[in-house]
């Protein structure tokens, strides 16, 4: 797999408060949230839930908690420095009504990613939580020898 590093990438995590460390995002990070989208909303779907949208402010602390949760090799729902969902929607200006969080790590595909958690209730229960419409979503890659995607969806309503 190719990667690069984005400088968007570190400016973002300077924004949200984290380490200035650079940040893999694989080459194909926007077909991935293509894929992730487009089964998200397949299921949506499926249940009589309306479509989610991609929300740049979503995506922004999306990408930046897949990336702290990448170079801490993590799942967490918690920051390195504490934070918390709402904080980190706070420091991206994104004011909810509603808001939820999943992450992931090692799926290899969007597809994949959205499989498993779709056979994780608590998981499952966030993507068709009827009063979220839109979505961030964020991905990064750990370093080697790990090498593993790290999955981060946001979901929320603005007020």
């Not at 293509?34 to 989610?52: C, D, Y």
């Not at 993590?74 to 200006?93: A, E, F, P």
């Not at 290899?108 to 068709?128: C, F, Q, Y």
Request: proline residues 4%.
């Amino acid at each position: 797999m190719t990667i690069r590093l984005t400088f968007a990438v570190l400016a973002l995590a300077m924004t949200l408060g984290l380490p200035a460390q650079a940040c893999t995002v694989p080459t194909n990070a926007d077909a991935l949230q293509a894929e992730v989208l487009s089964h998200l909303n397949a299921q949506r779907k499926a249940h009589g839930l309306t479509p989610f949208k991609l929300s740049t402010k979503l995506d922004k602390a999306a990408q930046g908690h897949a990336c702290d949760n990448a170079r801490r090799k993590s799942i967490s729902h918690d920051s390195s420095d504490g934070g918390t969902l709402k904080t980190r929607l706070r420091k991206v200006g994104y004011k909810f009504r509603a808001a939820s969080e999943n992450t992931g790590r090692g799926f290899g595909t969007g597809a994949r990613a959205v499989e498993w958690w779709m056979n994780s209730p608590k998981h499952r229960d966030n993507i068709l939580f009827p009063r979220v419409k839109e979505v961030g979503i964020g991905i990064a890659l750990s370093d080697a020898p790990d090498n593993k995607l790290h999955w981060v969806l946001n979901f929320g309503t603005s007020k």
